[in-house]
């Protein structure tokens, strides 16, 4: 069974940075494109960033240049490092597969970004 658990939330300033990371099972990561998404309250999920099986990143405009997706293949965890935080970036943040996500979502990690 699939399971994606992800961890590095919290409370931020703007401008601050958080790193979150995703720990992945019951898939052969090495052959699978992953990606991060969040979901604002009241808002629907949304793609913010994915990477290929051979390392390629794409990057929604609202990130583009502040955050970077990473993948360890060795450890099945792939990372959303996250950097000049804005509040608009506010969100529960989920790892799923790029492109087809599965069913089956994890808890997410909340990231706050308040003064």
């Known amino acids: 069974q699939v399971q994606f658990v992800e961890s590095g939330g919290g409370l931020v300033q703007p401008g601050g940075s958080l790193r979150l990371s995703c720990a992945v099972s019951?898939?052969?990561?090495?052959?699978?494109?992953m990606a991060w998404y969040r979901q604002a309250p009241g808002k629907q999920r949304e793609l913010v960033a994915g990477?290929?099986?051979?390392?390629?990143?794409n990057y929604a405009d609202s990130v583009q240049g502040r955050f970077t997706i990473s993948r360890d293949n060795a450890e099945n965890t792939v990372y959303l490092q996250m950097n000049s935080l804005k509040p608009a970036d506010t969100a529960v943040y989920y790892c799923?597969?790029?492109?087809?996500?599965?069913?089956?979502w994890g808890q997410g990690t909340q990231v706050t970004v308040s003064s």
């Open positions: 799923n597969r790029w492109a087809s996500p599965l069913d089956s």
């Open positions: 990477i290929s099986l051979t390392g390629n990143t």
């Open positions: 019951g898939i052969f990561f090495r052959i699978v494109s």
